[in-house]
Every structure is written in C-alpha cells, then in structure tokens.
C-alpha cells in the first residue's frame, strides 16, 4: 500500500530478474483468462517498495526487458527518490514541483533504454524534451 510500501526492509536478489519472472508470470495469467500477449504494457513501478539505489539500477537496466517484445512504461515524473539523489549529492531539498530538471534526466536514460511510453506531471516540458532528444538519438 502507498503509506507503507517504503517502511521495512525492501530487498531484491536481483531485482531486474524478479521484476522479469513477475512480468512472466503475470502474462501468462492473463493470456489463460483471454488477454493476448501484445496488449501487455510492462511498467517495472518505479518507486513502489524499491529503494533508491533500486529505482536507479531498474533504470539503467531497463533495456533488459525489451526481451519480452512489448512496450516499456516508465513513471518517473517528480518522484522521491529522484529528491533523494538531489539531497544526498547537492544538499538540496526538493517539493516535487521542483524536480523536472531531475525528472528530464532520468527520462533520457529510460528512453535510450527502451522507455516508449513516459508518464509525467509536466507534459508540455516533458514533450519538448522528448522531441529534441529523439533527433539526437
């Protein structure tokens, strides 16, 4: 649940392939209930019951589930560890409304990873971003 999926010990052996085998597991779930593979949008939750070490490590690992053929989902936008980074490296407190610069940065690390669809607080900046980094790509 969001008020306490932080709280306690969150560990992962490898968290790229426990995020990999639920994805494999869920997809077979729903292909015995009707749902064909190819309607499946892979969202590895960025921030729910991972710490920051985690999130960045599924980011920059990211390309590892284009094995599954299917569109990645990534939701970054203003997220708290994204704080965390600020303030342990810059000594910086950050609201959420004040991360976008940090957002941006790690939207450009999921794109080149395979990132295809991007949720976002802040479209329009988020949008032009995308625009001139997909004509450096």
Do not use: C, W
Not at 28 to 40: L, M, P, S, V, Y
């Amino acid at each position: 649940k969001p008020k306490t999926m932080q709280k306690g010990e969150i560990t992962y052996i490898d968290i790229i392939k426990e995020i990999s085998t639920f994805f494999t597991d869920q997809i077979a779930h729903g292909e015995i209930h009707g749902i064909k593979k190819e309607q499946f949008i892979l969202d590895p939750g960025i921030g729910f019951g991972k710490t920051v070490e985690q999130n960045i490590e599924i980011i920059k690992r990211l390309e590892e589930f284009q094995t599954f053929g299917l569109p990645l989902a990534i939701g970054i936008s203003r997220k708290s560890h994204l704080g965390a980074i600020l303030k342990k490296e810059i000594n910086l407190e950050t609201k959420p409304t004040e991360r976008l610069e940090a957002s941006l940065a790690e939207t450009a690390v999921a794109i080149q990873n395979g990132a295809r669809i991007i949720r976002t607080h802040d479209i329009l900046q988020t949008k032009k971003f995308i625009t001139v980094l997909e004509k450096l790509l």
